[in-house]
């Protein structure tokens, strides 16, 4: 039995907005990708009408959204103001801050790309490895690595600046 959308929206709707906005940094920016994003899935699911793995499969269609909202941006920005787009945003938190948050903040835009990729799908978006290396289209294994990895990398990044206060 083939899920219907609304049960997708349902279900994932809070993992891609989260990721989404992690990437974004900008809710009226993540808020419109969000809607491209559940859009294109309504749009393609009669074509994929049971995807092996439904959280991947939007997913993918979010960072490829993503991907393309930043190649937009890019052809229209100038000077100075592309780097705002190019260095990750880090994640708002709407509690109160942190000496310990402030650090991850901090640490985090010590990560590549891919790393930050990783760390993003893999806690910000909820994901299981097995549905990293779907997105990703890397091995399963690799990215158990890479994440333990960045794991003990941003370990070490936060105990530094927590040293620093």
Known sequence: MSRTFIDLYDEYFDDVYRYVFVKLGNK?????????????????????????????????????????????KKSLLVGEEIDGYLTPVPFEDPFEESREMDCLKKSLNHLSKEDLEVTNLRYFAGLKFKEIALILKKSEESLRVKSNRITKKLGVLVKKCLEEF
């Open 28 to 72: 009226w920016d993540a808020e419109d990708i969000v809607s491209e994003v559940f859009r294109k899935a309504y749009e393609n699911l009669g074509h994929r009408s049971n995807p092996n793995n439904p959280k991947a499969w939007i997913l993918a269609i979010a960072r490829n959204t993503v991907i393309d909202f930043y190649r937009k």
